[in-house]
């Protein structure tokens, strides 16, 4: 494990890494960036064949519990591709930057549902401090109407598709939660108000949440192949998918 910046681990922490790199025979590498492509965001995992890369915005104050569940977080996406098999993005030449964005913030939506069940199998939180109290926000603003919700979540991105693919993503990790999780009552009640909310107020987005959770539900997304092949029919609801090859390591 190699760490860049200047602080110091938990033994919990360090002992979940450990167990990735023996797993994956993939060493885990840290790098420091400000900007990791959605606002307010405290860490990234980024692709790299040999090793498992996670990019961390130290600018972002988080408490040290949320920083190491985040760490857990990244480190397992790195997991899944290099021991579990599971598909990542190869995309043709010449591509932009959106087209990318919006590429991976499909695979992080499905990838995010395993990932932090995994994580909270191996005793982190499935969501860190400031996911309820943003819940309880975003319920607010799913009252006002799709037009406040549209500004609520441009303040993440200044990319309209992204911020609509953003608000989509946001339902479906809820709604994730409270179909493969075990939560305490008040957490799955709130979450709950949260799905219906979103239901009742953004219906032009809810129409794609409704596609996306019947793809989620005919395939199994726990395993590699499910997941690839959710994710393929997820890119060309949003016809996403021509500039972009899903592939699996051997
Ligand atoms: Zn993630």
């Known amino acids: 494990m190699i760490l860049l910046s200047n602080f110091k681990f938990s033994r919990k922490l360090t002992d979940?890494?450990?167990?990735?790199?023996?797993?994956?025979?993939?060493?885990?590498?840290?790098?420091e960036s400000p900007d990791l492509g959605i606002k307010g965001i405290t860490a990234a995992y980024n692709y790299h064949p040999h090793y498992i890369q996670i990019t961390l915005n130290m600018e972002n104050p988080r408490s040290i519990e949320d920083r190491e569940r985040s760490v857990a977080h990244e480190a397992t996406h790195g997991y899944i591709?290099?021991?579990?098999?599971?598909?990542?993005?190869?995309?043709?030449?010449n591509v932009d930057d959106n087209y990318k964005r919006d590429v991976h913030l499909i695979f992080t939506m499905i990838e995010d549902i395993i990932v932090n069940k995994i994580i909270q199998d191996n005793g982190?939180?499935?969501?860190?401090?400031?996911?309820?109290?943003?819940?309880?926000?975003?319920?607010?603003?799913?009252?006002?109407?799709?037009?406040?919700?549209?500004?609520?979540?441009?303040?993440?991105t200044d990319n309209p598709h992204l911020e609509a693919l953003l608000m989509i993503s946001r339902y479906i990790i809820a709604w994730g939660f409270l179909r493969y999780y075990h939560l305490?009552?008040?957490?799955?009640?709130?979450?709950?108000?949260?799905?219906?909310?979103?239901q009742k107020?953004?219906?032009?987005?809810?129409?794609?949440?409704?596609?996306?959770?019947?793809?989620?539900?005919?395939h199994n997304i726990f395993t590699a192949n499910g997941e690839c092949s959710a994710i393929q029919l997820i890119l060309q609801l949003f016809k996403l998918d021509e500039r972009v090859e899903l592939t699996q390591l051997n």
């Open 16 to 31: 979940y890494l450990k167990k990735i790199e023996l797993k994956t025979g993939r060493e885990i590498k840290f790098f």
């Open 81 to 93: 591709i290099h021991k579990l098999k599971f598909c990542r993005p190869i995309f043709l030449e």
């Open 184 to 198: 305490d009552t008040q957490e799955e009640k709130l979450i709950q108000e949260f799905t219906q909310t979103f």
């Open 124 to 156: 982190f939180y499935p969501f860190g401090h400031e996911y309820l109290p943003m819940v309880t926000e975003e319920i607010k603003i799913a009252h006002k109407g799709e037009e406040e919700g549209e500004k609520f979540y441009h303040r993440f």
């Open 201 to 218: 107020f953004y219906i032009d987005y809810y129409k794609f949440c409704v596609k996306i959770k019947e793809i989620i539900e005919e």
